[in-house]
């Protein structure tokens, strides 16, 4: 499946239907009257946000969603049908944003939630509303409101407790594949990574889910390389897991560049509590990593952790204290203070 995580999209909701002007003519009743229906009201463009979507490549191929427009009423005051809604499905972490993209319109963090987002029109009123001591015989009626249309930009941040960053080739790809159920390209080249990419954590009766994105360069916040668009997938984290090579040539120098290029982002990624770890360890001697991670941990003001995705040395020790950040939630699974045994949560 393609990885898309922005569309732009026209919805309108149906303008109602249009009132009836009718007359009873029936034999052996006396007297007749205005009996015309009201009009049917406008269905209504709804958004509801689904479990098991992360793309919004359907949106690349349907641009356009039209909720019908009411039934007209009839006579002997019958109500015309109201028009279907139509009901727009989004992966969880959609954003629909105005069409400026200056103003974020709905927020769908959780399964199942739905948002009215167009209400459709009222439909007109019949002549037998009209009806009145002194006017007898209406003829007007009402034609319906209109429904309100417009042109939004869905955005999508994908739900994840620990992100990870770092320059290309720092081996985020080897660590997502080494620590979850992921699939990630893995290769000898810079930007193997070119779309955000999930899984999930098993550790310690505990579940969490990590999101790998593209690798970071300077002057990622003005376009070079990717760019920093996927930043906004791990906006929702909790933690951020920063991975550095060492073989790089100055490994704090890293460091600094992708925090450099967090802040100009924005987003309050600066903010987030941070891990360390100085990755690809198996390709050196113990002197030499000692020597990487004290430069490393001056740079940054924070423990670093040596690790190796590939050989799997250290892996425990990061995932502990990505844990100790993100914490056991619902749905997750540990000890309590005493030690006892772990209890699955239940919400009842």
């Not at 269905?43 to 946000?49: N, P, Q, R």
């Not at 009215?116 to 006017?135: E, I, M, Q, W």
């Not at 690809?280 to 004290?294: F, G, N, R, V």
Request: negative net charge; charged residues 25%; aromatic residues 6%.
């Amino acid at each position: 499946m393609h990885f898309l995580d922005q569309a732009k999209i026209f919805v309108r909701s149906g303008a109602g239907g249009a009132g009836a002007v009718a007359f009873r003519r029936e034999k052996f009743i006396e007297y007749g009257g205005p009996n015309g229906g009201n009009g049917g009201k406008g269905g209504d463009i709804v958004f509801e946000a689904v479990a098991g979507l992360n793309t919004l490549i359907d949106f690349r191929y349907t641009q356009h969603f039209r909720a019908p427009r009411g039934a007209g009423g009839s006579g002997q005051n019958m109500t015309g049908a109201g028009g279907d809604d139509i009901i727009i499905r989004v992966p969880v972490g959609t954003q629909v944003l105005s069409e400026d993209k200056e103003q974020v319109l709905a927020d769908f963090t959780a399964p199942g939630e739905r948002v009215v987002f167009l209400r459709g029109g009222d439909g007109g009123r019949g002549n037998a509303s009209y009806k009145t001591s002194t006017n007898r015989t209406p003829r007007q009626h009402g034609t319906g409101w209109p429904g309100d249309e417009m042109w939004v930009w869905l955005r999508l941040k994908l739900l994840a407790d620990a992100g990870l960053v770092g320059m290309p080739n720092a081996g985020k790809s080897t660590f997502i594949n080494a620590v979850t159920n992921a699939q990630a390209k893995v290769a000898a080249y810079a930007f193997t990574t070119t779309r955000p990419q999930l899984g999930v954590v098993r550790h310690k009766q505990s579940e969490f889910v990590v999101a790998d994105i593209p690798g970071l360069i300077e002057g990622a916040a003005d376009g070079a390389g990717i760019g920093d668009r996927f930043l906004g997938h791990i906006e929702r984290c909790q933690v951020l897991l920063h991975l550095v090579d060492a073989n790089d040539k100055d490994v704090a120098e890293s460091y600094r560049i992708v925090r450099d290029e967090l802040e100009a982002y924005g987003g309050g990624l600066i903010d987030k509590p941070v891990v360390v770890a100085l990755n690809k360890i198996d390709t050196l001697d113990d002197e030499l990593i000692a020597a990487l991670s004290a430069e490393l941990e001056e740079a940054s003001g924070a423990e670093v952790i040596p690790i190796s995705g590939a050989a799997g040395t250290g892996l425990d020790w990061v995932l502990d204290r990505l844990l100790e950040v993100i914490g056991p939630g619902p749905g997750k699974v540990g000890e309590d203070d005493e030690g006892e045994d772990a209890i699955e949560w239940s919400p009842l």
